[in-house]
């Protein structure tokens, strides 16, 4: 069985307070000293760093709290989760208290510092931050002109409702293919799952801009549409967003997700995907192909082997193994 990452004991460890924040200050973790040094402290953690996210993962064993915040950080998203321990934190002047039942959703420009504290002698977190580039993507996208700090979004999701399991799900996918590099060997799934993560948030997490999302806006022209198929079909070994082809074709990716439905009776998303498995069938067709099947899918987007073929006998109606032998017995 597979060990779930967001449990999983990180692999780096030390007992010396001055080790860990030597380890965190790379990632722009400003922390302070513990309020009350405990000789017995020992602190598990890592990093994994990506184009789009990070994860960083703690868990020390101790009986005081200590105290952190973040430098450098504009435009930037963080999602935290708790596995043991409290966590409070100080958004935009207001105290917000977390525990293991819910998710944090903070804007890091907006966060001013953080206080963890160790029951029955452990914390433990994960957090997931979005870097600038794809938030303000996505943001643009959505909102044509705005701020991730001015959005005041509700900081904490509980993880009973649909909306937190499916956000934690989506933290789950993206922490273990940075930490497998599965996400390293495919930019174009790491770019949609990151936009998709942002997307849920904006579309399911109460903020000032919320009653933009549920107004009814005019259809898209149907030449945006063609134009944004274009698009894909001419580009689809870029690690696309759908921010990106909202913003070529010069509507919102709200617009862009209706006029799919409307005129192709999709999303955007899954018209790309299908564009992609496309590029693989062809890919794999050619008698001089040597790549495996796994690193092809990879290359155009899928990282789940199992899923990807099942989409891809749908779609061709055989495997793509099969198509492979095909290809090389005809060359031989």
């Known amino acids: 069985m597979v060990e779930d990452i967001l449990v999983a004991a990180p692999t780096r460890s030390g007992s010396s307070f001055e080790e860990l924040l030597e380890m965190l200050r790379p990632h722009g973790i400003s922390a302070h000293s513990p309020l009350q040094p405990d000789q017995s402290f020992r602190w598990h953690a890592d990093i994994a760093i990506g184009a789009e996210i990070d994860v960083v993962r703690a868990d020390l064993s101790a009986g005081w709290d200590w105290r952190y915040s973040y430098e450098d950080s504009a435009g930037e998203l963080a999602i935290g989760l708790l596995n043991a321990g409290k966590a409070e934190t100080l958004i935009a002047g207001k105290s917000v208290e977390r525990t293991p039942s819910e998710i944090a959703i903070v804007p890091l420009p907006t966060m001013q510092a953080q206080r963890v504290e160790a029951v029955d002698g452990r914390y ?28 005041n979004l509700m900081p904490i999701v509980d993880l009973s409702t649909g909306a937190g399991q499916t956000l934690l799900q989506l933290v789950r996918t993206s922490a273990t293919g940075l930490y497998d590099g599965t996400l390293a060997r495919s930019p174009k799934a790491s770019a949609l799952l990151s936009e998709a993560t942002i997307q849920l948030i904006l579309e399911n997490v109460p903020h000032r801009l919320s009653d933009r999302l549920n107004r009814h806006p005019l259809d898209a022209p149907p030449r945006y549409i063609r134009r944004a198929v274009d698009y894909m079909r001419a580009n689809p070994h870029l690690p696309l967003t759908i921010s990106d082809i909202a913003a070529t074709v010069g509507v919102s990716s709200r617009l862009l997700q209706l006029g799919f439905r409307k005129i192709h009776g999709t999303t955007p998303v899954a018209y790309l995907r299908q564009v992609r498995l496309e590029a693989i069938h062809h890919e794999l067709s050619r008698p001089e192909n040597l790549l495996p099947v796994s690193e092809v899918a990879l290359k155009w987007g899928f990282t789940h082997m199992g899923r990807f073929a099942a989409v891809y006998r749908s779609a061709f109606g055989l495997y793509p193994s099969d198509t492979v032998r095909r290809a090389r017995g005809f060359c031989g």
Do not use: M, Y
């Not at 433990?124 to 001015?150: C, M, N, Y």
């Open 124 to 151: 433990s977190s994960v957090t997931l931050t979005l870097h600038t580039g794809i938030v303000s993507k996505v943001l643009s996208a959505t909102f044509g002109s705005a701020a991730l700090e001015d959005l």
